[in-house]
Structures are given as C-alpha cells and as structure tokens.
C-alpha cells in the first residue's frame, strides 16, 4: 500500500518538474512576467535589469602638480570634454594659495549603461615652494564623505539610493623626472593610501625613452615598498586565484605612464587621438581598458 502511494507522489512531483511542451495544457510562465514562474536563473537577470535604470556612480579624483596634463588625461580616458578646465570656459587658471577641490559631475551613457560620473580636481597641490601639509584639505575632504554617506546609511527614514559622493578611486600624477619619488610624492601616498585607493601614474610619459620610463618605474616601485606605501590593487583584493593573477598583471604594469591627448589624427584611414610630433604621431596610451580597470577600484574603508 505504502509504496502505491509513493509512486503516485512521484509521478506526481515528476509531472510538476516536466518542462511545458508546446500541446500542454499547464504552462510555466517565465521570469519576465510578474507573477508567474521565477527561477534563481531570474535572479540575476532582474538585477541587471535593476542596475542598468538606475546606473552607476563612479567619483575618481585627479591630483598632481598644475600642468602635468591631468585634464587632458581624463578627457582621453573618457573621450569627451569632462574635466574642470574644458567645462567652464570662462574658468581662469590661476595659482591657488591653498589647495582647492572642484567637483564636476557628467551622466555618461553607452549601450545602454547609464554611469554618473564625477571628477574631483585638486588645483594648487604641490604648487607652492612650502608645500608642507598640502594633503591635509583632501585627506579632509575624502573622510568627509565617507561620513556623509555612512550618515545617511544610519538614518532611520534612509533615502532609497543614497547618493554617492566618496571617492572610489585617485590618480596621482608623477612627473616624468626619471629619478625617485619626491618627498611630496612620498607624503601624500603615506597619507591617501590609508582612506583611498591610490593609482600612480608617471604623467607625459611621451617625454622618457622606452629604457628610462623602465627604470624610472622600477625606481619608484622600489620606494614605494621602501615606504611602505600601499597602492591599488591591494592585497585584499585578491580574494581567489583568478583575480589574485588580474590583480598580479596590474601590478606589473604599475605606476601606469600615460601619455594623454584631445586631438585626432588620421592614422592610415582611421582617426586617432595622438600627439603629433616633429618624429610622427604619438598614439595617447589611455583606453577604454584603463577606464575600466580603474572602474574596479574599490572603496577603501578605513578600519
Ligand atoms: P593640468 O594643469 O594638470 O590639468 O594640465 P593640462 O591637462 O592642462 O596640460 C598642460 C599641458 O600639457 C597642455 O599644453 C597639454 O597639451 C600638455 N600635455 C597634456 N598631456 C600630455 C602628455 O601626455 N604629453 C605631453 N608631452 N604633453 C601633455
């Protein structure tokens, strides 16, 4: 009697388990529709569904000495007009005293993806002859944003999207000195590379033979470790084996030496953004693949 029972519960869980065919009567509803059938497999559908209306927040700060092109690198990066300079056109450069943080914020939209994104400018660091304690407004300013949020987050009638204004990710612009790491250099890693994620970069890169911009890497490198200075990607992000050897291809390349541009020539038929020099066309060294590497930075909380 018992095992009558069982087979007709099985068979029962099997019709139940049996894909719809096309004559059945009984057929599943797929994911798509509210309230029918949704499976695990729908799960990640609808949240890329979810994330693609609402898009994403990318806050990358540039910080470096004036003039050693760091709007022009983020508007190579970005292949548009979005930094500081290029977007208030009465905006009048001048040697600040102090350290001052402009924000601009652009909503960029490819295939689909919506991406707010906004660049912190730093003018004035490191442009004084007594540039001790220059780090002190952004250090300030990064910490303050981390509050702001986790304020937000604490807040009992918290908003559905806060809005996100920490920075994800600095570029720190090197002069293409060719020696070491200046003490500012220095400083300023020791102190950033606590609250935020820092990319080094040896800026004008066009400027150094393919053997100096080698050993000048190694050298900072070198003081980097000698200092203690810890840079993206860290170590903690190399949570199994496949991003340990991502994060390990970053490193190689690290501090990345750029060259940026705003102009396009043509290059047998094609348009390209490059320098042109008396010896030929320098093809700017940023792509879409650095954007996206610096997309992966991730916040760095303190402890
Ligand atoms: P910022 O003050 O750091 O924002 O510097 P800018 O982006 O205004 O650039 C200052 C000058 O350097 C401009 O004349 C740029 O054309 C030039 N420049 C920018 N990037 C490069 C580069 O990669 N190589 C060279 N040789 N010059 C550059």
Redesign the pocket.
Known sequence: METGKDAELEAEVKAELRPSDSDSQTSFIRGSDLFGYVGIEDVLDQMRRKTMKAGFEFNIMVV??????????VNTLFKSKV?R?SCSSNYE?KITKTVKLHSISHVIEEKGVKMKLTVI?T?GFGDQINNENCWEPIVKYVNEQYERYLREELNINRKRRIPDSRVHCCIY?LPATGHRLRPLDVEFMKRLGKVVSIVPVI?????LTVDERQEFKERIKQDLAANGIHIYPQREYDEDTEERVLNDRIRESLPFA????DKEHQVNGNKVLG?KTKWGIIEGECSLSHLVLLFGCQLKWRR
Do not use: M, N
């Open positions: 470096g000495q004036s003039g050693l092109g760091k709007s022009t690198l930094s300079k450069e400018d003018p612009f800026a004008k890169a066009d400027t750029v060259v940026g541009t320098r």
